[in-house]
């Protein structure tokens, strides 16, 4: 057995009996000061205590680790960024995977490419990569993990003019199940360069990501605008309008609840109900001002604070509002579009929760996202206009809501899905066809399904 490198881990390694043959990074159990801040993720309702946490240091590190937990049959969990709302980056009495001291960016400035370490958090990409005036689509949280959201498609600001995360993804180096590790891209292993393009972390560890970057910013056309909660249905129905016909470049979110106590919004408009539309330009300044213009002189805004911002500053934004460690629960779905039936539900249900943490949030899709074939990644919704989520601090407002919208369901986003979403909901995700692909993709890499702390796929036959 190899004796782990590292001194200062040797006794608490021995004290808890388990040694982790080949790994140099660090072993955090129960009773060690780290044990609670490593084992804690996004979501404060998950509570899970790991046997061990192999906090990893690179790819060597992750293999030993994978082997380790293969020979005595551990449950494995593996921690990317540790915000998917499902908890699935912890596991009781298993080894957590943990990805969170990879997060190394490095950037080929003509190239156009940035090649990410698989722990890194979209706030390392943007810092990284923004120094060149590029970006690649992420996510809409800095404190997000890039490993979760890119292997679940990814959606963000960027998505309608340069696609999904998975549309500007170019290579991958993968650990499989077996502990090899093994590069993914069109040419090699395509067909599990395609599963990962949607289909999670079915198929192994992803130690790093490559990714093509785009011209963005630094500074973009980017803010909300809010308007009062009584008139979300003119604002909704308005929106639907503008953004048929808005240009690629402009990325939207509607978000109802309550006006976060941001410093820049005076203290008589905090926690007020309110439905806003924030934008983000991915064009020139003074296009932005033009794509946005008919939104802004829309009815008595309570406050607008659209404006020439750094990308980098728009993209942690809205970190405050949705910190570490509060309760979250979540139920999504996708919508075909945003019928005047959708208006009403809306209208009823999402002023209703109690909480001012509640929120429930649309993604407008289309652009770019929609012009790539259904089946050339294992994103299947493409289709969809919009995906909505309810987050919510008390659990029985979001279901009601998320009932309500049900006749006018059309899928769900898989990175969206909360613990109590089961097998069938992850079907819903990627409806048959991608599902028995992704299945049959399983079963030739992790037949035993090792990787299972996820929404997960069922090793199966290819169609
Ligand atoms: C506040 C907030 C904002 C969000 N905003 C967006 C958004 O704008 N766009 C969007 O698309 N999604 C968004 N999401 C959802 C997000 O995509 C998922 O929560 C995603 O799982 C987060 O990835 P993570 O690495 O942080 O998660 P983790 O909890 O660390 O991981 C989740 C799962 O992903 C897998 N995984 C993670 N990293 C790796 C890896 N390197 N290799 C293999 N498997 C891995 C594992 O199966 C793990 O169980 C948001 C979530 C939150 C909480």
């Known amino acids: 057995m190899t004796t782990p490198t590292r001194e200062s881990h040797q006794p608490s390694d021995m004290a808890a009996g388990i040694e982790i043959p080949g790994f140099r990074g660090e072993c955090i159990y129960s009773g060690l000061p780290a044990y609670d801040e490593a084992r804690a993720v996004w979501n404060g309702t998950v509570d899970r205590r790991p046997r061990v946490i192999a906090r990893c240091t690179d790819t060597g590190d992750v293999a030993a680790a994978v082997c380790f937990a293969r020979d005595r049959d551990l449950e494995i969990a593996v921690r990317g960024g540790g915000h998917n709302v499902a908890g699935t980056a912890v596991c009781d009495d298993g080894i957590v995977i943990d990805l969170s001291a990879m997060r190394a960016v490095s950037v080929d400035r003509v190239g156009r490419v940035a090649h990410v370490q698989g722990g890194a958090l979209w706030g390392d990409v943007d810092h990284e990569t923004q120094v060149h005036g590029l970006a690649t689509p992420g996510g809409i949280v800095s404190h997000?993990?890039?490993g979760g959201l890119t292997l679940g498609g990814g959606i963000g600001w960027?998505?309608?003019?340069?696609?999904?995360?998975?549309?500007?993804?170019?290579?991958?180096?993968?650990?499989?199940?077996?502990?090899?590790?093994?590069?993914?891209?069109?040419?090699?292993?395509?067909?599990?360069?395609?599963?990962?393009?949607?289909?999670?972390?079915?198929?192994?560890?992803?130690?790093?990501?490559?990714?093509?970057?785009?011209?963005?910013?630094?500074?973009?056309?980017?803010?909300?605008?809010?308007?009062?909660?009584?008139?979300?249905?003119?604002?909704?129905?308005?929106?639907?309008?503008?953004?048929?016909?808005?240009?690629?470049?402009?990325?939207?979110?509607?978000?109802?609840?309550?006006?976060?106590?941001?410093?820049?919004?005076?203290?008589?408009?905090?926690?007020?109900?309110?439905?806003?539309?924030?934008?983000?330009?991915?064009?020139?300044?003074?296009?932005?001002?033009?794509?946005?213009?008919?939104?802004?002189?829309?009815?008595?805004?309570?406050?607008?604070?659209?404006?020439?911002?750094?990308?980098?500053?728009?993209?942690?934004?809205?970190?405050?509002?949705?910190?570490?460690?509060?309760?979250?629960?979540?139920?999504?779905?996708?919508?075909?579009?945003?019928?005047?039936d959708v208006i009403d539900v809306v209208v009823e249900y999402a002023y209703r929760a109690r909480s001012p943490r509640s929120y429930a949030a649309m993604f407008h899709l289309g652009g770019a996202v929609a012009r790539v074939a259904p089946d050339a990644t294992a994103y299947p919704g493409r289709d969809a206009e919009h995906h909505a989520t309810v987050g919510a601090a008390e659990a029985a407002w979001a279901r009601e809501f998320f009932d309500a919208l049900q006749p006018n369901r059309a899928g769900v986003y898989v990175n969206f899905l909360d613990a109590d979403d089961d097998d069938r909901r992850v079907r819903e995700a990627y409806g048959d066809r991608t599902y028995r692909t992704l299945a049959g993709v399983k079963q030739k890499y992790d037949p035993d399904n090792v990787f299972h702390h996820n929404k997960n796929i069922q090793p199966g036959r290819s169609p």
């Not at 990962?196 to 803010?223: D, E, I, K, M, Q």
């Not at 009062?228 to 048929?244: G, K, N, P, Q, S």
């Not at 008919?294 to 405050?320: C, I, K, N, W």
């Open 158 to 340: 960027l998505m309608r003019k340069h696609g999904l995360a998975v549309d500007n993804l170019l290579e991958a180096e993968v650990v499989t199940a077996e502990g090899a590790v093994i590069r993914t891209s069109a040419d090699e292993h395509p067909d599990l360069f395609w599963a990962l393009r949607g289909g999670g972390g079915n198929f192994g560890v992803v130690t790093s990501f490559r990714f093509a970057l785009h011209p963005v910013g630094p500074t973009v056309l980017a803010g909300p605008v809010f308007w009062a909660a009584a008139d979300t249905a003119d604002v909704l129905r308005f929106y639907r309008d503008i953004v048929a016909d808005a240009p690629d470049e402009l990325g939207t979110i509607v978000r109802l609840g309550t006006i976060p106590p941001l410093p820049v919004v005076g203290e008589d408009l905090h926690y007020r109900p309110a439905i806003a539309v924030a934008s983000c330009f991915a064009g020139p300044v003074g296009d932005g001002e033009r794509a946005v213009r008919a939104l802004r002189e829309f009815g008595t805004p309570l406050v607008d604070l659209v404006g020439p911002t750094s990308y980098v500053d728009h993209q942690s934004g809205m970190d405050d509002t949705v910190p570490h460690g509060w309760h979250y629960y979540w139920k999504a779905t996708d919508l075909a579009g945003l019928s005047d």
């Open 144 to 146: 997000t993990g890039v």
